[in-house]
């Protein structure tokens, strides 16, 4: 019913930028919060950066003041503006829809990932 699509991630060195994106599509009546997870390997997947329906954000502590998420709500995309990239930001990045699909039915979701390696 719902598809997300991620785009944006590869290779970086550190120090570096990436700028990830996902695309919701298909039955979304409305979206109340996208978010970005993510998951390194050997670790358990953790919330990198939410932000809500009214452009209220949240962030990991480990990612503030280098990670900003955006929202363009006509389209129904989310991005991830990652900067000063660290090795430890290597993992597989996720995006997230909480959302409904009518007014009583409430839809989650998940990409299939997208994977962030930061190395020289």
């Known amino acids: 019913q719902v598809q997300l699509v991620e785009s944006g991630g590869g290779l970086v060195q550190p120090g570096g930028s990436l700028r990830l994106s996902c695309a919701a599509s298909g039955n979304i009546f409305s979206i109340n919060a996208m978010a970005w997870y993510r998951q390194a390997s050997g670790k358990e997947r953790e919330l990198v950066a939410r932000?809500?329906?009214?452009?209220?954000?949240n962030y990991a502590d480990a990612v503030k003041g280098r990670f900003t998420i955006s929202r363009d709500n006509p389209k129904n995309t989310v991005h991830l503006q990652m900067n000063s990239l660290k090795p430890e930001d290597t993992a597989v990045y996720y995006c997230y829809l909480d959302g409904n699909t009518n007014w009583r039915t409430r839809v989650t979701d998940w990409g299939q990932g997208t994977q962030v390696t930061v190395s020289s």
């Open positions: 932000i809500s329906s009214v452009g209220n954000t």
